[in-house]
């Protein structure tokens, strides 16, 4: 059903129950925010996006708030930017923000809304504190490395993990000031984390950043973006390679169908083996114990000529076919079709046993 | 079970019940188990089967009776009477007096009992302590369950929810929301499953309602979760309670357990085809999880956090199913409306804050315990009524109310109405229900800091403002209470504090400002204190003061310092420490309130050392040794006058001729010592001391000119003086403003105190003498009076001996020697007839408080009466004869002097002010205070540093072994002359401590200033 609102003066249509803060974004007015993540449930905790509702009690979240006909919203005045600013003040007192070696410089949300807001050093009303809390790093995962003096405590990587990946690997552990991310019972190592990087992607900071695969990287150091499709299974994973150098650095999920950003272990991290020395880029023939390398129309001109010779010398029993998930799902039917149909056999096989 | 079940068991029990002759009830509350009564209980079982007693006695250990300050204790019917502060060792007594003889043990009865239950009304608490909790049986004899049968039988949910809502009923859990809106919000909701959750996580420090609640009554809980479910349509209820509370958990238990037995919970209950059954959920201990839906996420097995509402739990509550959380008490009140009506419920409290309201009493109050009152009874009544007022004489400060999330009110506002409203105006907050009351001798800082700190640690963590702005808060108020505050602290913290409670996202975050907030509000002069002066005059933040004695010193006189030197029993050197902050020791230790022994750390052990004697004992040796101190041999150049040679112009003159100067100092009298001469008779301060200690001043560098009013301080001013200290006094007299009280035959207080001690001779003999008056003119005129032979000698006050301003130690003499009070009575007309006084009283009654903290009197109507005297003295207050400087001087309402209060200076650069004349009348030590802080910033007015030559603090080494004077001892008390002796002379009543007694006094010292480093 659709709504009218008023947004700082502006009349805005809007669908019954839509969230207030992706309207106001919608309809170009910016309501600050950090916790806010499109792909998890509203978590209403960073306090960036309050605003004035009329006939609603005291300050609301936009982000945790549901339009309803004739709201009527003050999304920017000056006591509301000031509160944001101090909020943002606090947030910058508790966060370590050695951005010069920070892998997340120049693609960070919250140095972003620094940034906006202009909370240089000489501007802050609070002194730092996060020197004063116990330093928790975790670097037990084998794809990823956590670091409790940026953590924001925004949760989206704790929901990401629950809401979209359905693990519910990370929680908070202690409260108040010494609140920190803590993956299972301790570390990420011993956790149930299967790696997927869910987390990594959904944080606004460098709290939770990628381990570098050949070399640290950020985001301004970046040459080229390349989207394209995962190549490790049938799913298609839209993926956009980071690229310096000549040489994938890093891949992103794409927030595009099928996967909407996610990606498994292997898409997000697996790329090493891209630039590898010992990567096959060409059919070989073993002749004798060496290996010749050949063109692709004489490789499958001597597979067909050999296959052809064992089915009529051993009949079609003696041969089996193994296929990979990397090839698609209608690539995978041909094969077995192939295999029945041509050579003649059920021997086919596939290498994924999960 | 069925509904005849529920009637034969009542019926009974209530028949068995009459079988034993005595009913003794033992209290296993948590306050009462913690102090023995278990033991208690056990020495009452084995004594009456040793005895063969036990059909004659029942005994019934239940939950809190209430009076937690004077347990272990037994409640025994049909007497109805309380044992209380009982030991083991008392039960044989109980027993062969009691049970055997039928006679009360008189010495161990409770005597406050009246005073503590008068104005409490028990709803909520009427089983609690008269029911074994742990026997569903005894509850239902108490009409237990009858209100659900009554429910299931008589009501539609609907007309349940009606009831509920029109008997106004609000939960008790502290925000007020209308209980009944809840449910029918609940009820209207469509859902295939629906819950009743019970909030029984209660946190808040000094809180201890609903653990009592559910200790000593749970079936009253249960039954009300039972018809809650009724109402909404729910099945399935949970009391999430918390597992500090184990023996509120085992009794839960128990009762769930009894319960179902008995077809109260479960499936077809009563058999009404109505299902419900009961869980426990056990929470962890954080404070947070009594925020509904982080409790909510609790019992949902995730981390309990708080989420943002709307959606509230009656639209998504527990596994996202409309749900009711209720507190304790409020479900504990539920089967009270239905049983007595909604009408009977809401004909008790206020209009919008109805029924009665558990609060847990603590703190300084005489009687701590658990009370529940109607809504609408002032703060007030309940500290100082049914509290019985702040203990050992100090002066209350604050109640505090609701916890971290509550704020302190003030004595001005003890004639708050406790209701939702009325508190959150004041800026605290009902509440769960805890009460913490203060004195004098908490500081709001740290009060503020303590709070803030519990709410820092137990923030949940997730949203900003509470996770880092409440540290952010915490350590402002940290370096305030560490002397490193900075002046726009206070800015900053107002600030911080509103925006914290303004966007935090639960109610933890968003009340944990109100302890900040409400004592700025009403305390903020103490937040000065500690950033400008450095101040802590509670004696509480330990950086910035060495001893509590000399803290509260107005003088700031080192007590601890010259303590430690009697110790050691070098005199001189205590003198000599004594003489930097007060030239008048030997005057001061005859008549100081002494304030310093009333914050004596000793006295929290046994008593307090007797700091007063000990100052005799080496103020006297300096007398007699005749020390005395040199003028200047370079004098400044700048001249200071000084009007009026009291105890203030002349402390004032002292310190200035050891800053340099020599000072010129103005006295209208004959002699010099103001109110010290002419105002205290030499029974208390022989003339002799304070002649001696006047010279001994006057001879280190004063001119005096006697004899010379001085009625414009611009005149000094164009006379060459570059400054002048007025220190006048407050010798003009009040007034009553009543018939008859310019007769020649009442005297005023001052002046009839001045002629005596001029040397005048009044004879009284043989009169009838009416004094009017608390104070210490008061009591004085009355002694003087007797002193000259009046036959009769009373003394009319119209408040209590409580409120009395007079020392108490005054009033004690007073009586001894025969003065005798009429309290709460007031003079309203004098009428001479033939030669004799006719006065006419009427009977005052206290009612409220005011601005002070103190009773307000008023007139009882009709209560007129007389009584024949010969001549009456009014001693009701004097105030400063400012009116002479009213065209130079900036003059307050109260007639005192306008001085700014860091350096005492007027509205007139140059000219200071200080003592009575600036603060009205006070004591003697007060206004030697003034006098010295005037000398240092008359010093640095000038342009110099303002520093006395004494120089800097050394801590006094002591050699004696101190653990000797470890152990308790009572303070020794100087030997006074005999009443007899007294009243027919004005020889001096205190002979004071022998040396040795006072070195003993001195070595029971605790020395609190040992290695202390102080911020200044």
Not at chain 1, 216 to 243: F, H, M, N, S
Not at chain 1, 302 to 319: A, D, L, Q
Not at chain 2, 37 to 66: F, P, Q, W, Y
Not at chain 2, 699 to 717: F, I, Y
């Amino acid at each position: 059903m659709e709504v009218e609102i008023t947004i700082d003066g502006k009349k805005i249509k809007a669908q019954k129950n839509e969230n207030l803060l992706r309207v106001a974004k919608k309809n170009g007015i910016y309501i600050p925010s950090l916790c806010y993540y499109e792909k998890i449930s509203p978590t209403g905790v960073c306090r960036l996006c309050l605003v004035k509702v009329e006939n609603m009690r005291g300050l609301v979240p936009a982000c945790a708030t549901f339009v309803t006909d004739g709201m009527k919203v003050i999304a920017n005045d000056e006591e509301l930017f000031e509160l944001r600013r101090d909020i943002l003040d606090m947030l910058l007192s508790e966060h370590n923000a050695d951005c010069i070696a920070c892998d997340k410089n120049g693609s960070c949300e919250l140095q972003d809304l620094a940034y906006r807001f202009g909370l240089e050093l000489k501007n802050r009303k609070f002194r730092p504190l996060w020197h004063e809390l116990e330093l928790r790093r975790d670097e037990s995962s084998y794809v990823l490395s956590f670091d409790s003096s940026k953590c924001v405590k925004c949760q989206r990587c704790i929901k990401a993990c629950y809401e979209i990946q359905g693990k519910g690997v990370l929680s908070f552990a202690k409260r108040g000031m010494e609140t920190y991310l803590v993956a299972g019972f301790g570390t990420w190592k011993d956790s149930e984390c299967d790696a997927c990087g869910e987390c990594v992607q959904a944080c606004p900071v460098g709290a939770i950043v990628e381990k570098p695969v050949f070399e640290r990287v950020r985001a301004i150091d970046v040459e080229k973006k390349v989207e394209t499709t995962c190549p490790y299974c049938g799913v298609g994973c839209q993926i956009e390679l980071w690229v310096k150098e000549g040489k994938i650095v890093k891949v992103r999920g794409l927030d595009e169908k099928p996967n909407n950003g996610s990606l498994c272990v292997k898409g997000r991290f697996g790329f090493s083996f891209v630039h590898s020395e010992e990567r096959l880029k060409s059919p070989l023939l073993r002749e004798g114990n060496q290996f010749k390398e050949i063109g692709w129309d004489e490789a499958i001109r001597i597979f067909v000529e050999r296959i052809k010779e064992i089915k009529e010398k051993y009949g079609p029993e003696s041969i089996a076919v193994l296929a990979s998930a990397k090839i698609t799902n209608e690539e995978n039917y041909l094969l077995q079709k192939f295999t029945r149909v041509v050579l003649g056999t059920n021997n086919i096989d596939h290498c994924a046993r999960l | 079970m069925k509904r005849d079940d529920l009637f034969r068991i009542k019926e009974e029990r209530q028949r068995k019940a009459k079988e034993a002759k005595y009913e003794v009830f033992t209290c296993s509350g948590a306050s009462c188990i913690s102090s023995r009564s278990l033991e208690i209980k056990e020495a009452l079982l084995h004594g009456l089967k040793k005895d063969n007693l036990m059909d004659r006695v029942k005994i019934i250990e239940t939950g809190c009776m209430g009076p937690c300050q004077e347990g272990p204790l037994l409640y025994v019917k049909p007497e109805e009477i309380y044992y209380v502060r009982l030991t083991k060792e008392d039960i044989p007594e109980i027993i062969g007096t009691h049970i055997k003889e039928g006679k009360i043990v008189e010495r161990l009865v409770w005597r406050n009992e009246s005073s503590f239950f008068e104005k409490q009304k028990k709803v909520v608490l009427s089983n609690s302590g008269r029911i074994d909790p742990e026997d569903i049986e005894a509850y239902i004899e108490k009409d237990g369950y009858f209100a659900l049968l009554k429910v299931l039988e008589e009501m539609t949910p609907e007309k349940v929810i009606e009831e509920i809502l029109k008997s106004g009923l609000r939960g008790r859990g502290g925000a007020g929301f209308p209980t009944g809106l809840k449910w029918k919000l609940a009820r209207e909701r469509e859902a295939d499953e629906k819950f009743v959750i019970c909030n029984a996580d209660e946190g808040d420090p000094g809180a201890f309602m609903d653990r009592a609640v559910l200790e000593g009554d749970p079936h009253a809980v249960l039954e009300g979760m039972a018809i809650a479910a009724y109402a909404i349509g729910a099945k399935k209820g949970y009391i999430y309670v918390r597992a500090e509370y184990p023996l509120a958990i085992k009794r839960l238990e128990i009762a769930i357990s009894q319960a179902r037995n008995y077809g109260l919970l479960g499936r077809n209950i009563l058999e009404k085809n109505f299902d419900f059954d009961v869980d426990l959920r056990i929470g962890a201990g954080a404070f947070v999880c009594g925020e509904e839906t982080a409790l909510i996420a609790s019992i949902e097995g995730k981390r309990g956090m708080p989420r943002p509402r709307p959606p509230f739990p009656v639209e998504r509550g527990l596994w996202g199913k409309p749900t009711v959380i209720n507190n304790v008490e409020t479900f504990a009140t539920v089967r009270h409306i239905i049983l007595n009506g909604s009408s009977w419920f809401s004909s008790i409290g206020t209009e919008n804050s109805k029924g009665t309201k558990i609060f847990a009493l603590s703190g300084k109050v005489e009687n701590t315990g658990l009370v529940e009152v109607p809504m609408g009874i002032t703060l007030g009544e309940i500290v100082f009524d049914i509290g019985g007022g702040t203990p050992k004489g100090k002066k209350f400060k604050a109640v505090q109310t609701g916890g971290p999330s509550g704020g302190c009110i003030p004595p001005s506002l003890l004639n708050l109405p406790v209701d939702y409203e009325s508190l959150k105006e004041a800026g605290a907050i009902m509440g769960s229900g805890g009460m913490i009351v203060l004195d004098e001798d908490n500081c709001m800082v740290n009060m503020a800091k303590y709070f803030v700190e519990f709410t820092m640690s137990e923030s949940c963590g997730q949203c900003t403002p509470c996770r880092v702005g409440l540290k952010h808060l915490y350590d402002i108020l940290d370096r305030i209470t560490k002397g490193k505050g900075k002046p726009d602290d206070l800015i900053r913290l107002e600030k911080i504090a509103k925006e914290v409670r303004d966007s935090s996202l639960c109610g933890l975050g968003q009340t944990a400002p109100n302890p900040i907030l409400s004592t700025l509000d009403y305390f903020r002069d103490e937040y000065e204190d500690h950033i400008l002066r450095k101040r802590c005059k509670a004696s509480v933040c330990a950086s910035l003061f060495f001893a509590p004695c000399s803290n509260t010193c107005p003088a700031e006189v080192d007590v601890s310092r010259y303590v430690a030197y009697v110790c050691e029993g070098k005199l001189e050197e205590a003198f000599l420490t004594h003489m930097e902050n007060n030239p008048f020791p030997a005057s001061c230790s005859r008549i100081c309130p002494a304030f310093c022994e009333g914050k004596c750390e000793r006295g929290k052990m046994d008593d307090p050392i007797s700091i007063r004697e000990i100052k005799r004992i080496f103020a006297d040796y300096a007398l007699k040794k005749d020390i005395r101190f040199d003028p200047p041999k370079r004098e400044k150049k700048e001249r200071v006058a000084i009007i009026g040679g009291g105890p203030s112009g002349l402390s004032l003159a002292f310190y200035l001729t050891r800053l340099g100067y020599r000072p010129t100092l103005f006295e209208e009298s004959e002699k010099l010592g103001g109110m010290m001469r002419y105002g205290i008779p030499p029974y208390r301060l022989p003339k002799r001391i304070l002649d001696l200690e006047i010279s001994r001043i006057v001879d280190a560098g004063v001119d005096v000119r006697l004899k010379k009013r001085v009625s414009s301080v611009r005149e000094l001013l164009s006379q060459g003086f570059d400054a002048v200290y007025v220190s006048i006094g407050a010798s003009l007299s009040q007034r009553l403003n009543v018939e008859g009280e310019r007769s020649p035959s009442v005297l005023d207080g001052i002046e009839f105190l001045r002629r005596i001690n001029e040397g005048e001779k009044i004879d009284l003999q043989g009169k009838r003498v009416l004094v009017v008056g608390g104070g210490s003119t008061a009591m004085d005129a009355a002694r003087v009076a007797l002193r000259l032979k009046a036959k009769d000698v009373f003394l009319s006050y119209r408040r209590t001996r409580l409120e009395m301003p007079a020392q108490k130690v005054e009033v004690e003499e007073a009586e001894e020697e025969g003065v005798k009070m009429l309290f709460l009575t007031n003079p309203v007309a004098f009428r001479t007839n033939g030669g004799g006084l006719e006065v006419e009283f009427v009977k005052m009654g206290l009612k409220g408080f005011d601005r002070m903290g103190r009773r307000n009197p008023y007139p009882i109507e009709g209560s007129q009466f007389s009584m024949p005297f010969d001549i009456a003295i009014l001693c009701i207050g004097q105030k400063p004869n400012s009116q002479i400087f009213s065209e130079e001087l900036e003059i307050e309402k109260d007639g005192t002097f306008k001085v700014d209060p860091d350096t005492l200076m007027t509205s007139i650069p140059g000219v200071f002010a200080g003592g009575d004349a600036v603060l009205g009348p006070a004591t003697v030590v007060e206004a030697i205070g003034h006098g010295r802080k005037a000398a240092i910033s008359i010093d640095k007015y000038f342009g110099y540093s303002g520093e006395l030559p004494f120089g800097e603090r050394q801590e006094v080494k002591t050699t004696y072994n101190e653990e000797e004077f470890l152990k308790e001892t009572r303070r020794k008390k100087p030997n006074l002359k005999a009443v007899a002796e007294r009243i027919t002379s004005f020889v001096e009543v205190n002979e004071g401590l022998s040396l040795e007694d006072a070195i003993f006094e001195a070595r029971r010292c605790l020395h609190c200033d040992r290695g202390k480093r102080v911020v200044r």
